[in-house]
């Protein structure tokens, strides 16, 4: 197959985007604050984190706002050795899923370990952090 002639460039790229957060804007305030929210539909008593605006198992859009215990078990994880574009001035990373205490999954950046040390089921919290561009994220760090 022949390559489609093309132009090529070796100049950086900068992405600015913008993230709609009006329907989880108290998610992002109160992570801002260091404390941990999320939504629960009023219709069936789904507990959905991330926050979901809609309910994924019913569809409905009454949702109220609940706090999120912190505490997690490690179920499984990942050593991030070759970042994505978007994460490439990062050093390797660990992404972890841990299950929260009410059995919810969270995908999440692990800090403050090493591989390592890292045993399926030791116990995990979640953090608050924030980005250098002053955006709220969160991380699971060793419990
Ligand atoms: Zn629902």
Aim: with cysteine.
């Amino acid at each position: 197959m022949q390559e489609e002639p093309t132009l090529k460039s070796r100049r950086s790229l900068t992405l600015r985007f913008g993230i709609p957060i009006a329907k989880t804007r108290e998610f992002w305030d109160a992570l801002r604050d260091g404390r941990f929210v999320t939504t629960k539909c009023k219709s069936c008593g789904k507990i959905s984190f991330p926050p979901q605006a809609d309910c994924p198992r019913c569809g409905s859009g009454d949702h109220e706002w609940v706090a999120l215990g912190t505490e997690a078990k490690l179920v499984t994880y990942t050593h991030v050795m070759v970042t994505p574009a978007s994460f490439v001035e990062n050093d390797p990373y660990i992404i972890a899923i841990g299950e929260l205490t009410n059995g919810l999954k969270v995908l999440a950046w692990l800090e403050g370990t090493t591989i390592e040390k890292l045993k399926p089921g030791m116990g995990m919290r979640l953090e608050a952090r924030q980005s250098r561009e002053g955006n709220p994220y969160y991380v699971f760090v060793p419990a």
